[in-house]
């Protein structure tokens, strides 16, 4: 099965410096990555994807992700954090199990929480 | 576009109730889902159509009924709410995978549901 394993439950930083939230994958076969966000109180909301091409994925509001297939990876990352980046964020793998409709799978989610 | 639509925002219910959780998109998507989230848990897929009059199990469909009647609309049903279905639901839509094109999957805003 398809999966994604995000390894820390909360990311804190400090206003400015840059920010790394964690994502590896498990997979057969090429992977279709997912960063998605929700702002306390709402929906997910999109990020960016990865299909496939260039190993750095750039995506709404400044932030950015790395495919690194050697490390099983796609960290989500952002050089300048701002306080409003605070949020629940997560991963996700598309299922290419027919039994699933091709749905996404999500990872549980990284609090990160950006301080003054 | 109006995008991914919920209804209601928030509801409590006893133990025993039934209700109907509705979702709607104006996006002519034709594949839709049910997400639950639960804290420390991620999202959890308990229902999916891939089209007008055609629905399946997810992973977590036991106590859950969806019918699809139409592209717009994909109702999901709790006949008899447990304490256990307490949790936010999250509808979403996407053009129908396709292979070899990946697409994504837009949100609702959720449901907030408390089972007593």
């Known amino acids: 099965a398809q999966s994604v394993a995000q390894p820390e439950d909360q990311v804190n930083v400090a206003e400015g410096n840059p920010l790394t939230v964690k994502c590896t994958y498990s997979?057969?076969?090429?992977?279709?990555l997912f960063w998605y966000v929700q702002y306390p109180n709402r929906g997910l909301q999109f990020l960016l994807k990865y299909i496939t091409g260039d190993n750095l994925v750039k995506g709404s509001y400044g932030f950015e992700a790395e495919f690194n297939k050697s490390q099983t990876s796609f960290h989500l990352k952002k050089p300048s954090a701002l306080v409003s980046d605070s949020a629940l964020y997560f991963c996700a793998v598309r299922d290419f199990n027919s039994n699933s409709g091709y749905a996404l799978n999500f990872g549980k989610g990284t609090s990160l929480l950006v301080t003054p | 576009n109006a995008g991914v639509t919920q209804t209601p925002k928030f509801q409590v219910l006893k133990t025993g109730q039934s209700m109907t959780l509705q979702c709607a998109q104006d996006?002519?998507?034709?594949?839709m889902s049910w997400y639950r989230q639960d804290p420390g848990m991620g999202l959890r897929l308990i229902h999916y159509s891939v089209g007008a009059g055609i629905t399946d199990q997810g992973e977590v469909p036991n106590g859950y009924n969806v019918s699809r009647s139409t592209t717009e609309d994909f109702p999901l049903r709790l006949l008899s709410a447990a304490p256990s279905q307490t949790s936010v639901y999250f509808c979403?839509?996407?053009?129908?995978?396709?292979?070899?094109?990946?697409?994504?999957?837009?949100f609702g805003p959720g449901t907030r549901l408390l089972v007593l």
């Open positions: 997979v057969s076969g090429n992977p279709y």
């Open positions: 996006m002519n998507h034709e594949y």
């Open positions: 979403a839509s996407s053009r129908k995978w396709s292979g070899g094109t990946q697409e994504t999957q837009y």
